[in-house]
């Protein structure tokens, strides 16, 4: 049987304190009119409950944009693997991020497994908040069967009228509630207005896409030739920017950074893009994707076409960030419907 609980809001100040008291805490925080960012929380104040995605998702803390993962010594000949991690709960996070989450445990997890990232993820503790309405226009979590929780997480909250409600999904997540004694047991009006609540759901969130979840793979598997790719090759600037958002983007590359000695270093995983021309480039100078339309292309077949085949699951999580922060004004849910309704 599930377990549900119940936070009152006026205690929520005083949950944060108690819950950043146990271990470090980021959350959701204001940073500009319409930007948010996960950074460090001591107080229910600091954190912004509705925000739009924030800047960068959650996969900031599991994959490091820079992260060491060996030190080096020539002259001893020594060569040192490096685990950095950090123990820490995330506070505040989405559907569309925790479905993120899930896609980023399947990759490292699958042969060959990254030992660093599992040992990191093991030391961070999860807890999500629904979306109740949409963040903005950009979204498309309803097509991408992510605007309500589908697991993941430790513990997650849903805003009720006076309260939170929260389902404890994991031992770790009984353990905060009982260390943190302001949760009560959630009774049957509780449980009656989140089932109200998730009805009024499916009435405000419709697919966005003008194609069905299940036909998405087909649309990209018959659109490898379309025009729709060269229009974006026209548009797309390479900033990388679209990757670098995304929380299912995981590519990175390996560099060895000398120390001023020429003798020791570090041996360095830094995020990468498939968007720069750089990342398709092999030896004699020659690249697989030189033109901006291939890689455009390439980006989208990774989260609709081909972890569908490995991985049983589309790669998009549908939290719009590609489209918030995309130079040229790219939009996803344009693309889609426009290679959607060339099928036709």
């Not at 960068?56 to 010594?73: A, C, D, G, R, V």
């Not at 995330?90 to 490292?108: E, P, S």
């Not at 031992?171 to 609540?197: C, W, Y």
Request: net charge positive; hydrophobic share 35%; aromatic share 12%.
């Amino acid at each position: 049987m599930e377990k549900y609980v119940v936070l009152k809001k006026k205690d929520f100040n005083d949950f944060v304190a108690k819950l950043a008291l146990i271990q470090t805490v980021v959350a959701p925080v204001k940073k500009g009119q319409k930007s948010f960012a996960f950074q460090e929380v001591t107080t229910g104040q600091e954190i912004s409950l509705h925000y739009i995605p924030t800047i960068l998702p959650p996969k900031k803390y599991f994959m490091p944009q820079q992260e060491t993962i060996m030190k080096f010594n020539k002259s001893k000949f020594e060569w040192t693997p490096v685990l950095e991690y950090k123990e820490l709960t995330i506070f505040g996070v989405h559907t569309c991020d925790l479905a993120g989450i899930q896609c980023l445990n399947m990759v490292f997890t699958n042969k060959p497994k990254d030992i660093n990232y599992i040992v990191r993820k093991d030391k961070i503790t999860i807890i999500g908040f629904e979306c109740n309405d949409y963040c903005d226009e950009f979204a498309s979590c309803a097509s991408m069967d992510n605007h309500i929780p589908n697991g993941g997480y430790d513990l997650f909250f849903t805003e009720l009228k006076d309260s939170f409600i929260v389902h404890v999904n994991t031992q770790l997540g009984e353990k905060i509630v009982e260390e943190i004694s302001l949760f009560t047991k959630a009774n049957d009006e509780h449980l009656k207005e989140l089932e109200n609540l998730r009805a009024a759901k499916s009435k405000i969130f419709k697919n966005e896409l003008n194609v069905k979840h299940s036909d998405l793979k087909g649309v990209f598997e018959q659109s490898f030739n379309s025009k729709v790719w060269k229009d974006l090759g026209a548009k797309c600037v390479a900033c990388g920017n679209c990757t670098n958002v995304c929380p299912t983007c995981y590519c990175f590359d390996i560099k060895d950074e000398m120390n001023l000695d020429f003798n020791t270093g570090s041996r360095v995983r830094v995020w990468d893009s498939c968007q720069n021309e750089d990342f398709a480039k092999v030896a004699g100078g020659e690249s697989f994707r030189e033109e901006r339309a291939n890689r455009q292309k390439h980006r989208y077949m990774r989260k609709f076409n081909y972890p569908v085949d490995k991985f049983s699951r589309y790669f998009c999580t549908g939290c719009g960030r590609c489209t918030r922060t995309c130079m040229a004004q790219i939009k996803l849910k344009e693309t889609v419907n426009a290679l959607a309704e060339e099928k036709k």
